[in-house]
């Protein structure tokens, strides 16, 4: 059920709407400290986060992200989670702004309570909620106060079907076997759709294996990323965040490096 909810995002006094620099606003359990969070609203993102890479599998979804936030040209946040579990049906990936990301994560909460408040049974799936983004993200850059996000959703559908989905800020949104978000929309694509065997989807090794990778050219060509990172995991049975875990690290070859 999510029809409605939209004025928590669309400017109501004392809501999500507008990120400011009222610190007051965001949960403190973050690693953040008092002052350091600024509003995007005047087109300057400040706390930015980069790459979000998402592979549907044969029986469901894998969304990875590391776990930085930058503040301006410093690395400065190294231990932020990124991948959130929104229900036992859906996962969500966030890159851009991190405050908006917070600010989309906890109104999807807010709507899920308020939901709750009309039928007790209400099961969101991922191409509901990933519907529902695309009328918000697009009202606000409408009003010209947008969100300055790049979303990955990703779960389990209706008749338990893996759902894998990319909204961006304009409202935007395309569903696809990959779905990235930021700097990995250029390096991990085309790793990604080589590797795709015909006639078939990956399996959930084989999509292990190609998130592995992806994070790990991410790493050493991705200036806004780290080492680390997590992995949000989508079957019919289970769904949760993983990690962290580490890229494995050969430098071996930079002392073959010439010109610099």
Known sequence: MLNGGFGNLL??????????????????????????????????????????????????????????????????????????????????????????????????????????????????????????????????????????????????DAGGKPYLANVNFRGRAFTDYVVTAGFARGMVVPLVRQSKPQRREFTAQEASNLISKCMEVLYYRNVRSISQYTVGICTENCCDVEGPFKVDEKWDVADMIRGY
């Open 11 to 156: 400017g109501r006094k004392g809501t999500w709407a507008s990120p400011s620099n009222n610190n007051s606003e965001y949960p403190n359990n973050t690693g953040f400290k008092s002052g350091e969070l600024q509003s995007a609203e005047n087109g300057a993102m400040v706390t930015t986060c980069s790459s979000v890479v998402g592979i549907k599998f044969d029986r469901g979804v894998m969304i990875a992200a590391d776990t930085l936030v930058s503040y301006g040209n410093l690395s400065r946040f190294q231990n932020i989670d990124r991948v959130f579990k929104i229900n036992h049906n859906i996962l969500l990936g966030g890159s851009g702004d991190f405050p908006d990301v917070q600010c989309i994560h906890r109104t999807i909460e807010q709507k899920m309570l308020e939901d709750q408040f009309y039928e007790k049974n209400i099961d969101m799936r991922p191409q509901a909620l990933s519907t529902w983004l695309t009328r918000i993200t697009y009202t606000r850059n409408l009003w010209m106060k947008p969100l300055f996000v790049d979303l990955v959703v990703g779960g389990i």
